[in-house]
């Protein structure tokens, strides 16, 4: 089975290619602070166009809709798209639990996700926390 690659990783991608186009843009032979300041130029440049027109066309959109709740074409929108989300979590967390691609290994990442998905759906614990959580059981490779 070939692997594909993910939407969001290619934002990556931007950000690398802009910031090598800055380093290129200092000239043969250049070197230290100019650079590694066109290089940094080159990569926010790069990020910002292709992430400031999309933010800002949902952030319209969002306070839009919060303008006009009460619209039966929001209401359909918002109660539409309820199990979107939660299928593009739940794949995720699937992505994320079976990652090493060792099933009886990744018992640890099964665990994590299941305890994640009981705090998500009893307590009001912000996703921060658990991400934290997550973060700091990896670092010490628990999980």
Do not use: E, K
């Not at 931007?14 to 200092?26: D, E, F, H, K, S």
């Not at 639990?97 to 994640?116: E, F, I, K, T």
């Not at 996703?127 to 990896?138: D, K, N, R, T, V």
């Amino acid at each position: 089975m070939l692997a594909q690659a993910a939407p969001g990783p290619n934002v990556l991608y931007i950000a690398l290619v802009g910031g090598q186009v800055g380093v290129n843009a200092a000239g043969p032979g250049a070197s230290g602070w100019l650079t590694v300041g066109l290089g940094t130029l080159g990569l926010l440049l790069g990020l910002l166009g292709v992430l400031l027109p999309s933010s800002i066309l949902t952030l319209a959109i969002a306070r839009w809709c919060n303008r006009h709740p009460s619209w039966t074409g929001i209401q359909a929108f918002r109660q539409g798209m309820a199990p979107v989300v939660v299928g593009v979590l739940l794949s995720g967390a699937w992505l994320l639990a079976r990652a090493d691609g060792h099933w009886a290994v990744s018992g640890g990442l099964w665990v994590v996700s299941g305890v994640c998905t009981v705090l998500v759906w009893r307590t009001r614990l912000h996703l921060l926390w658990m991400l934290g959580a997550g973060a700091l059981l990896g670092a010490a490779g628990l999980i």
